[in-house]
Structure formats: structure tokens, C-alpha cells
């Protein structure tokens, strides 16, 4: 599981305990500012203004704050523009908007349209691939919004109708997928070697105590096992 760097916890008054909600996807935000801001930001009370906060604070060199706890709702879109279909019929438990009862909200350090550094995107990758696992939520582009398609007023972490940011994310998410895979099979490798030699072994053993068992000596019984090995294509 991915690690966070910090936590710093939001606000009380902005993020909300809800029994059970529904994990479905991810909302890519930019802070428009430093990293730090957002924290700060998010750790105060914004009275009449409103709650306000994200999930993940995401820093340009790859530190990542933990600022509400996943399982919680965090402020981060009022949405009203466009849903996806995977979100409709969700109801939201309190005074929020759908989208905030049912994705992560995830801040990156920079300002729309980016480029935002590599390495902050590809921590991103890694945290949504680790969340998608642990709460189950499908594996997919589709489940990567930006602020700017749900809502009319934005446009982080780039306005509509680009896809830069979410299509890099997701190509580092299947290239881990890859890598995982590539691992495992090298794993396999490795076991079935281990396994053949473990079986030589015992052939050899057993080898040895036949011969000996005929009396031979030590010199007789090396020269046997070589040359029952090369016959049985054991070396
Ligand atoms: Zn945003």
C-alpha cells in the first residue's frame, strides 16, 4: 500500500463521518497554489464561506498529505454540471453533493493546465491504484474525473475536454499493472528453479544411498552419480 507522508487532519467543520458511503471514483483537483496552502486552508474553519477540503494533498516532489481520512466526506465538488453514469441513484447521507459522498477527492500541488512533474503523477497513479484495490472501486479511465467536467466554474486540474492529466495517471497505473505481472511471473521462474533443484537433490541422495547400499566406495559412488546424473539430464 502506498504510504502518506503526513497527516493533517482538516478542519472538523470540513469533513463529515458517514457510515459506510460508497467509494466509486477519483476527482482530480489542482490547488492553484502550494501544497502547504491547501493544508493550511483545509485545517481551518471557513464559516459562512462554506466547508471545503480534498482527501490527499499531493506536493510536487511526491510527498502526500493525508488531510481526510478516506472512509470520510471531504468538501472538494459541488458538481452540478455532468455525472457519470456510474454515479447515478447514489444518495447522499447529509448536506453534500453526490460526487463528495461517492469519490476521493485528490489535490495536486500547480496550476491548471499544468504540466504537473511526473513524479506527482505518478504518485497519484500509485494511491488511486492502492485505493481502487482496498475499496474495491473498478479500475478504469471512467473513474477519473476532473473538477472541471462536474462543475462549471473550474477548470483544474485542466479545463474540459483535455485529457492529458488523467490519461497519464492511468497509463502509470498500467504500467504498474504490467511490472506486477512481469514480477509474478519471474517469481514463478524462480519457484519452479528451486523446485528442480530440490528434486536433484533428492534424486542425488537417493542415488548415493543405493550405491552405497552395493558396497561401493566413496570414489565409485562420486563417479556413479555423475554418471547416472548426465543420463537423467541432472546436473
Ligand atoms: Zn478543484
Not at 119 to 142: H, N, Q, T
Not at 195 to 219: I, P, S
Request: glycine fraction near 10%; charged fraction near 25%; include cysteine.
Amino acid at each position: 500500500m502506498a504510504k502518506v507522508s503526513y497527516y493533517m487532519p482538516a478542519h472538523p467543520s470540513n469533513r463529515a463521518l458517514v457510515a459506510n458511503r460508497p467509494l466509486l471514483g477519483f476527482v482530480l483537483h489542482d490547488i492553484e497554489g502550494p501544497a502547504a496552502s491547501a493544508i493550511s486552508w483545509f485545517g481551518q474553519d471557513h464559516g459562512a464561506r462554506g466547508p471545503s477540503s480534498a482527501h490527499l494533498v499531493f506536493g510536487a516532489h511526491g510527498m502526500v498529505s493525508l488531510v481526510v481520512p478516506i472512509d470520510e466526506v471531504a468538501f472538494h465538488t459541488i458538481g452540478g454540471l455532468w455525472e457519470p453514469d456510474w454515479m447515478h441513484g447514489i444518495a447522499p447521507q447529509g448536506n453534500w453533493s453526490v460526487v463528495n459522498e461517492c469519490t476521493i477527492g485528490l489535490e495536486m500541488e500547480g496550476y491548471s493546465p499544468g504540466p504537473y512533474p511526473d513524479v506527482m503523477l505518478a504518485k497519484v497513479a500509485e494511491f488511486i491504484l492502492d485505493l481502487s484495490r482496498a475499496y474495491g472501486i473498478p479500475l478504469g479511465l471512467d473513474r477519473l474525473l476532473y473538477h472541471s467536467e462536474l462543475q462549471g466554474d473550474r477548470k483544474d486540474p485542466e479545463p474540459r475536454g483535455r485529457t492529458t492529466v488523467k490519461r497519464r495517471v492511468w497509463e502509470v497505473m498500467q504500467r504498474i499493472m504490467e511490472l506486477e505481472v512481469e514480477v509474478a511471473n519471474l517469481n514463478g521462474v524462480v519457484k519452479d528453479a528451486l523446485r528442480q533443484k530440490d528434486f536433484a537433490n533428492g534424486l542425488k541422495r537417493e542415488m548415493e544411498h543405493a550405491a552405497r547400499q552395493r558396497g561401493l566406495t566413496q570414489a565409485e559412488i562420486d563417479a556413479f552419480i555423475v554418471k547416472v546424473s548426465k543420463e537423467v539430464g541432472v546436473s
